[in-house]
């Protein structure tokens, strides 16, 4: 293990649904693409492993607040060359999307990053969802098994090109070997895809895939992102140690605890800069929250990294927050505990400690056959 690895969310200005309001930049600036590259810039600097991009089929619907995001790939490829070692993970719909191409946005996202992409899957069956798409709507069961089906076929879409099938030889005039191009004959109960791909192999060979601790033992994730309802720190660490070993056991490699994070920030308590964005829109919701110091933070994320594998921050308000998180808890926590490293040139899956795409079968009957 590499560490404790840490992740952060940047969707939108922050966790609180009122963060808008704290934001250092115009309402409108919200959706420019300074504020969505300075903000991954800042959590690199910070140290973050990797930073996630919330999206949705609907729009944000907060009374009075954003109500436009743009496309969680879009954001992340467009952060891709403007970063160098932190992983960029969108969340992509696995249940009405179309599964060949969720599977080749991710890739082209992967090269965009020199191999830093992931895909943090989401299977909300919403039927305003379906209505985006044009498509009746599913059962929760059903979605399941069609994100499922989106994550298998785009795992076979990934490998169906061997890492040498591009040979660019100029005498014969070929680019690839067709021969190393594979068709994966996927056939699931709503469609069927028999492929290749039209994007080469990624540069991971295979994108580390996230996912809510739902869908963990259904789509064998890399990394199992979990909710504690608890606020009391050592509640919290023996709820998150049950919960990431159960994890564990159905598949996942990594667990990692969700938690939402407001710090007390140029002299005003955390707790004071809640209740004022409160008091125009509450925060409500049953994720696990810590408000207060940094060197409390500090002290309560060594904790959980005795009994989990990572965390992934939300802060309150990305303005305020992240700045706070980069300057007075990530550098101190590295002084208590080992933490993951992103380091310029790394792939996503060397950060988090996960083992190498495999080499593919006919691959090695082929190095076989010519040895």
Known sequence: MTGLVLGVELDGDGAHPAAWRAASHAPADLLSGSVVAGRAQLAERAGFAFATFDDAPIAPGHPGGPQARLDAVLRAAYAAPLTCAIGLVPTVHGVYGEPFHVGTQLASLDYASHGRGGWLVAADPDARAAAVFGRPSVSASVAVDRAADAVEVSRRLWLSWEADAVIADVPTGRYLDRDRVHHIDFA??????????????????????????????????DVALFDVASTEPGELVAASAALASTLRSRGAVLAVLELEVALDSAGVP????????????????????????????????????????????????LDVDLEELGRAVVPALRERIPVATPRAGDALRTTLGLAEAPALPHTADRLEESA
């Open 188 to 221: 699931g109960d709503d469609y069927r895809v028999t492929g290749p791909s039209i994007v080469p192999r990624p540069p991971q060979g295979l994108l580390p895939v996230f996912g809510p601790a739902a869908l963990a033992e259904r789509l064998e994730l």
């Open 270 to 317: 955390a707790a004071t800069r809640i209740a004022a964005l409160d008091a125009h829109d509450p925060w409500d919701g049953s994720r696990a929250r810590f408000a207060g110091t940094g060197p409390a933070l500090v002290e309560l994320l060594a904790a959980l990294a005795t009994v989990v594998d990572g965390v992934r921050l939300h802060p309150a308000v």
